[in-house]
């Protein structure tokens, strides 16, 4: 090993311990729950919603929506959800119907239908951005989202299993412990091979 004026050599390296290797999101199917609010929408399938944020549009899986004043369809972060036609603005007189291919209506009259939409290659094409919202990168563009079907007064289980998890975090907790004492066994050799050798 080549030395360096006023610094020792370099005696090996700790191989030991993990280090994160990627983070990736599971595009699973969630269990639907019923919560008889009719601005409440899952989707069941592949798609997603679209979004209108304050830095362009985004998608979602998120169906949590609210009315605003004058009636206008926002999701839980106060954004727009986008319809074919645009912001998704409701007209008084009659209640909330989504039939299953996202067409929305009030009484008798077609209002819009969601811009539901998808990417070719979800695993490379999506970024996650903030708590529910995804967006588009590299050459990645939006296509129509197909084999989904929309449930009104429904709502999108988490995909995360906690049994599952717990198991996992257990089973890191045991590798940190491993590794905490093979470095201490390296520790204690390398201060041997640096003293009494």
């Given amino acids: 090993t080549l030395m360096t004026p006023g610094r020792a050599p370099a005696i090996g390296v700790m191989s030991t311990g993990a280090i994160l290797d990627q983070v990736s999101t599971a595009h699973s199917q969630g269990d639907l729950r019923g919560t008889d609010n009719p601005t409440d929408i899952a989707i069941r399938g592949k798609g997603f919603f679209t979004v209108m944020t304050p830095t362009g549009e ?72 903030g708590d529910s919202y995804y967006r588009v990168v590299g050459d990645g563009r939006f296509i129509p989202a197909r084999n989904c079907a929309i449930y009104q007064g429904h709502l999108e289980n988490s995909t995360v299993s906690a049994i599952t998890e717990m198991v996992q975090m257990i089973q890191c907790m045991r590798t940190y412990e491993g590794s905490q004492k093979i470095m201490g066994i390296q520790d204690e050799t390398v201060g041997k091979a640096v003293n009494e050798i």
């Avoid at 009315?67 to 999701?75: G, I, S």
């Avoid at 209640?95 to 695993?123: C, M, N, Y």
């Fill in 58 to 129: 985004a998608l979602s899986r998120n169906g949590v929506f609210e009315l605003t004043n004058p009636r206008k369809l926002v999701d839980s972060a106060g954004n727009p959800v986008l319809g074919m036609n645009g912001e998704i603005i409701l007209p008084e007189g009659g209640a909330l119907h989504v039939s299953e291919d996202g067409t929305l209506s009030v009484g008798s009259v077609i209002v819009d239908k969601f811009r539901l939409q998808d990417v070719d290659d979800r695993e490379n094409q999506l970024k996650k951005s």
